[in-house]
DNA sequence: GAATCCAAGATTGTTCAACAATATTGACCA
DNA sequence: TGGTCAATATTGTTGAACAATCTTGGATTC
């Protein structure tokens, strides 16, 4: 195998390895929501065939962090209104099961509330994106406390799709501050064993959520609409 | 392309397809769990090359109907006791949140009643793979009640690993026929708009048929320790 | 006779080059 | 300006090749 220009060790499964840069990538918003992955190009930059790339766009695919037309090429996914709506779907059902069925020791409630802290912190010092962090953090850790690897990748996807959501909002609101509050009564509830308050809570947070995303998304594609036309 | 062995007409895309036979010939028991898929002997049945073969296999990876072990190959995924508790775990979320919060309209609710009817008619003639079939349908329609792809798609590969579980127990003894009537009631109950019943009396059914399944798995796995130990 | 070690063979992981099928582009024309 | 069609580019699939790893069988040693 040749060595990659960047210089990287080699591995030993180079697709899982290529999946996962392509995956960072797309996380960290450098590949930007509905933008072309062509494959000669991404082949000479990270240095593989064009088979292995392949496949390492086929797990993808398969994780519904790209989308393949068949024929045309692979695209980063860029999650619309009803992307958006049944993320949501699955988030009212597992994250409210988990707050009632789930297994509550001392000790997550302890790792809980150091997430919540750590949104509380960020709000404080203005720091966006590190209350966007804590507070996908603290969601996610809600639905471990299902005990359930599939339902906790299930989630892990479905919050990489919020954030592919997020990249593909130009103006990224202050979307996150007034939830921060919601999250601390949420694991104040659970830590006083009210699961069933907690949970109907949970419920008319992510509706609330789910509303005002879509009022931003509907208003972000009718700016792209306009500008389309603007320059079409 | 070559046409396959067995006629079958061409396909736009050979990957899809390969994988769709494989997904089939599983699900079937055709290849029994833990049988081992080799290359070489696989993509002269099929008709295809080795790199589509083992684009496929990503997939059916990616699925967990398949496990890849780096340089020995993949192999047909045999559940053994954790994967059953996980499966269970994952039951005891989704299908009572669907019960609680799903969208329960009458069309839903006849679809429902005709597919516990099924399964009775099934128990009264005797057929047991009928009776595992409508029970699965009836589970499968339960979280179809969410609205929601992805929980459905999630569901549908637990049921899989379902069937695999049962394909690999020899004695595949009368599992299902007791859980008809709790499926009825379940059904009455949502119905008469009882959710909160349903959804405590659905995760007992599932501790039980847990419990029960594990029971079984244990044997099942003495039973082979013990062959091994006599044939080795 | 049983255990250990090693080399030959087989299988998987990856790459390369080619061709067919399909989509995109741009030129040409009304 | 708008539409049609051929040239071009990209993707989908295949076959062969090679390196890396695993498996198998036999030879050696105790």
Redesign the pocket.
């Known amino acids: 195998?040749?060595t990659p220009a960047d210089g990287t060790a080699e591995?030993?499964?180079?697709?899982?390895?290529i999946a996962s840069v392509l995956r960072t990538r797309i996380a960290a918003g450098e590949l930007t929501p509905g933008s072309?992955?062509?494959?000669?190009p991404l082949?000479a930059a990270l240095?593989?065939?064009?088979?292995?790339?392949?496949?390492a766009?086929t797990t993808l695919v398969g994780e519904s962090i790209v989308t393949?037309?068949?024929?045309?090429?692979?695209f980063v996914a860029s999650p619309g209104v009803e992307e958006v709506r049944e993320i949501y779907r699955v988030r009212r059902m597992i994250e409210p099961a988990a707050v009632l069925w789930g297994e509550l020791t001392p000790q997550v409630l302890d790792g809980l509330e150091a997430i919540v802290q750590r949104a509380q912190q960020a709000r404080d010092s203005g720091s966006v994106p590190a209350m966007a962090d804590a507070n996908q953090a603290l969601h996610g850790a809600v639905v471990a406390l299902t005990g359930s690897a599939s339902l906790q990748e299930l989630m892990d996807r479905v919050l990489a799709e919020m954030r592919l959501v997020f990249h593909s909002m130009a103006s990224a609101p202050d979307f996150h501050s007034h939830y921060v509050d919601r999250n601390v009564t949420l694991v104040k509830q659970l830590r006083a064993g009210e699961r069933q308050e907690a949970a109907e809570g949970l419920r008319a947070y992510l509706d609330e959520a789910e509303a005002e995303l879509l009022v931003h998304l509907g208003a972000e594609q009718d700016r792209r609409s306009a500008m389309r036309q603007r320059a079409g």
């Open positions: 195998m040749n591995h030993a499964h180079t697709t899982a390895w072309k992955l062509s494959e000669e082949c240095g593989v065939s064009r088979n292995t790339l392949r496949q766009f393949r037309i068949p024929n045309r090429g692979v």
